[in-house]
């Protein structure tokens, strides 16, 4: 039987957070009219997020790379222009470089209140952004069996992503501390392999006829089927500063399922690792990022992850080429050689501290570079 090729088509949510433009700290109670004017813009396109320091924009479902990019930049310069008009910048990156968890608020809404209630410190402590990317695939079989093989490229996508080296003011010593305060929730990391669609609603309903959970939204994996869309939600990503950097790191999400789909029409699968092995290789990408190295499981030895960012772009080419995207693939070389959102902003807090500032200026100054990325190349 020919199997149907999914329509892959692609959608982006990113998460930011408000600075106040004169301290350059989180606004821990911006001006409620500054989100309405922006649902007033772009209506349920943009939404709250836990806390009242941060505000979450997604696109429309899109069928290329470039109306994907189209949306996502508008979308971007509309928050952007409507938070300067209310004294704010808005910065895209997974952590703030200096603000303190304690200090934030959660909004109003139930959900975020209920959740609040059941974690308690663990939720409060949740002063992140992440970029989460969806690919619609229509058949919830296919959409089970490529989740179980793509997890395999998760670390790579992470490594891409990078952009939460400080935590509090202080340099973590990692690329993405995201995920370590992220993971501190129950239901998160990589999901295990489900033989199919029926194994997968069967463990989600176990957890659903405990009381644990009210649904499927409630599970917070690196990557899950949407619960509300037929799509492939990819979330184990920082949000990155350059608006270009997220779209290349969709790109390249799906053109890999793309290849994924290619193999099992001609009855062939992605080789298949341990959860713990594929969980080394996200730590070492959180760890180091793009300069840094992962493990290549049937050599058992590390290799640097420029050489793995070649053989990546090579494979996923054939794909890129059907989906238009050749441009957005390669560019993954340009963030290994200029560096992730992480290695710029230690860069920049570097150099600021060899120039002489204390340790609060030059962490503003990190601020500055990131609301100025952030804003780049919207056009």
Request: charged share 25%.
């Amino acid at each position: 039987m020919t199997l149907q090729r999914p329509s892959f088509t692609m959608g982006i949510e990113e998460e930011y957070m408000l600075v106040d433009s004169q301290t350059r700290n989180l606004v821990t109670d911006p001006d409620p009219a500054m989100f309405d004017k922006c649902r007033e813009l772009l209506g349920e396109r943009v939404t709250h997020e836990l806390l009242r320091s941060q505000i979450e924009i997604s696109t429309k479902p899109c069928s290329s790379l470039s109306e994907l990019g189209h949306d996502l930049r508008r979308l971007r310069r509309a928050v952007i222009d409507t938070a300067r008009e209310y004294g704010m910048l808005v910065i895209a990156s997974s952590t703030h470089p200096f603000a303190q968890w304690w200090e934030q608020q959660v909004v109003s809404d139930e959900r975020y209140q209920v959740l609040t209630g059941d974690m308690q410190a663990v939720a409060h402590r949740l002063v992140t952004n992440g970029m989460h990317v969806h690919v619609g695939i229509e058949d919830p079989e296919m959409r089970i069996d490529l989740m179980g093989q793509v997890t395999y490229f998760m670390a790579h996508l992470m490594a891409l992503s990078t952009s939460s080296p400080f935590w509090g003011g202080k340099d973590t010593g990692l690329k993405s501390y995201r995920l370590n305060v992220f993971h501190t929730l129950p239901r998160t990391g990589l999901p295990e392999v489900f033989e199919s669609w029926s194994a997968y609603q069967r463990h989600v309903d176990v957890l659903i006829g405990a009381g644990i959970i009210e649904d499927a939204t409630k599970i917070w994996w690196d990557i899950r089927p949407s619960a509300r869309y037929p799509t492939l939600e990819m979330r184990v990503t920082d949000v990155c500063t350059k608006v270009e950097d997220a779209l290349a790191i969709a790109a390249v999400y799906v053109c890999l399922l793309s290849m994924l789909f290619r193999l099992r029409t001609d009855n062939q699968k992605w080789r298949s690792y341990a959860t713990f092995l594929l969980e080394q290789n996200v730590w070492r990408a959180q760890r180091y990022g793009s300069t840094g190295s992962l493990m290549d499981f049937g050599q058992r030895r590390l290799v640097p992850f420029s050489e793995l960012v070649e053989e990546m772009i090579e494979m996923l080419i054939p794909d890129a080429e059907e989906m238009g995207c050749v441009d957005e693939v390669q560019h993954v070389r340009q963030i290994v050689m200029d560096g992730t959102s992480a290695e710029r902003q230690l860069g920049s807090f570097r150099r600021a501290l060899n120039r002489g500032a204390t340790e609060q200026e030059a962490l503003v100054q990190v601020v500055d570079m990131l609301a100025a990325n952030t804003a780049a190349n919207l056009a």
